[in-house]
């Protein structure tokens, strides 16, 4: 079953001799459930892309379908309620609200959505993430590793139906790196979660389903590894 749909998707910076096409015309499917990294060369397209599916930056011309969903032709309010409740963000720099501690940032998608935390969810997430006994932790008294696990568990804690993650260990060391690709990979199977990563790293690609490589903002290879 096809989680997301991508078609013909174009998006120009600038204009006449200014003019950048950072994607163009790319298309592509993937099902539920599927892990698929996401490589290609420094400005190829890769984090504009990732962006443009979760709903953060808007496309020149094209469709993205998520969860059977057209994305860009929700209104305003609608895409705010899409990103927080279809879709999980990690990022490479954590994101992370400095005041706030560890339970909070895991709880705010849910918190802004106006909704109850599932004491549950969170204790799962909590004690899967390593970060029991950590709860009341803030940012700064964290390990990078430990505040990429939380950002993570604000991703998932929302049960989103697509998990995306831009460089997700670029500040981490090898071994840190691997522990939240694990993490990722094990969310993947264990929520039956689809992730999308964009990485430079070509060993945390082979870990995945499928590589998709990107560059001039078209799709230039698209690799099954693992069904």
Known sequence: MEI?????LTKVYGSGENEVRALDGVSFSVEKGQFVAIIGPSGSGKSTLLH???????????KVYVDGQDVYAKGDTELAIFRRREVGLVYQFYNLI????????????????????????LKELLDIL???????HLPNQL??????????GR????????????????????????????LLKYSNRRYDQTLIVITHDENIALQADR???????????????RK
Do not use: F, H
């Open 98 to 121: 400095p005041v706030l501690d560890v339970r909070e940032n895991i709880t705010l998608p849910v918190l802004m959505d106006g909704r109850r935390v599932n004491e549950d969810r």
């Open 155 to 182: 991703a998932l804690m929302n049960a989103p139906a697509v998990v995306l993650a831009d460089e997700p260990t670029g500040n981490l060391d090898s071994k840190a790196s691997q522990e939240i690709v694990d």
């Open 4 to 8: 997301l749909w991508v078609e013909n």
């Open 211 to 225: 590589v998709l490589a990107i560059e001039d903002g078209r799709v230039i290879r698209d690799e099954v590894l």
């Open 52 to 62: 443009i599916l979760g709903g953060v930056d808007t496309p020149t011309s094209g």
């Open 143 to 152: 390990s990078g590793g430990q505040q990429q696990r939380v950002s993570i």
């Open 130 to 136: 390593g970060l029991v006994g950590r709860e009341k």
